[in-house]
């Protein structure tokens, strides 16, 4: 099962701009986060935002999310040629054992920062 | 340093010739968990576990088995690989069992059924 799809599918900007990606489910969650690939290696967490919460900061990371729309963003402002990499959405989903959890990964957004 | 290790990191095997991908976490953590990433079809859980002795299937078990004897490992092991696991694997835990807490991910391991 998909849960979060992330759009644009990828998506280029210069450095120094800002990038926003964005991220849909499908289902009630308990939480969202959001991670990062850089290529071919592990996954990086970088920020969890609560069903409860509307809108967090880390650094030069913003993350909004909309329960109404089913739906987040996330903003890296001022970005680098180190934010180049893959960002994936991830929602929990609920199991029939109590208290296990899985997340649902999207299949990511490819941002590429140009120098 | 907490860290999620993986080997081997990359592996070419044969059709059949059965392979074991371990899996060690250095972090006390009780969830641990195997992911598959395959080109348009993003992240699909194999198997998880949510303490020692206590697995369960994920999205896509087919083909592979896991155990935890160990609170710090979880191997993933393919009896009788074919060239559909070809893929690139990924073992993560997390602190607890429970949807407030964040995945560490191991460096991955590339392989390859011919």
């Known amino acids: 099962s998909q849960q979060g799809e992330e759009d644009p599918q990828a998506l280029s900007i210069q450095e120094g701009e800002n990038a926003t990606m964005n991220c849909s489910y499908k289902t009630s969650i308990n939480n969202l986060q959001w991670y990062r690939q850089n290529s071919g290696r592990g996954l990086v967490h970088l920020i969890l935002i609560r069903s409860n919460e509307r809108e967090k900061h880390s650094g030069r990371l913003r993350v909004t999310l909309d329960t109404s729309k089913k739906s987040s963003s996330l903003l890296i402002t001022a970005s680098r040629a180190a934010d180049t990499a893959s960002y994936f959405c991830a929602t929990d989903e609920k199991r029939l054992i109590q208290g296990a959890q899985k997340l649902v990964f999207g299949q990511g957004t490819r941002l590429t920062i140009n120098p | 340093e907490a860290q999620v290790t993986q080997n081997p990191r990359y592996l070419i095997t044969v059709t059949g010739k059965k392979l074991t991908v371990t899996c060690s976490q250095n972090?006390?953590?009780?969830?641990m968990s195997w992911y598959r990433q395959d080109p348009g079809l993003g992240l699909r859980q194999i198997y998880y576990s949510m303490n020692v002795e206590v697995t369960d299937k994920g999205d896509v078990p087919e083909g592979y088995k896991v155990s935890r004897k160990e609170k710090r490992n979880f191997p993933l092991i393919l009896e009788s690989p074919s060239p559909n696991q070809t893929s690139l694997y990924f073992c993560?835990?997390?602190?607890?069992?429970?949807?407030?807490?964040?995945?560490?991910f191991g460096p991955g391991t590339r392989l390859t059924v011919t």
């Open positions: 972090m006390n953590h009780e969830y």
């Open positions: 993560a835990s997390s602190l607890r069992t429970g949807v407030l807490y964040e995945q560490y």
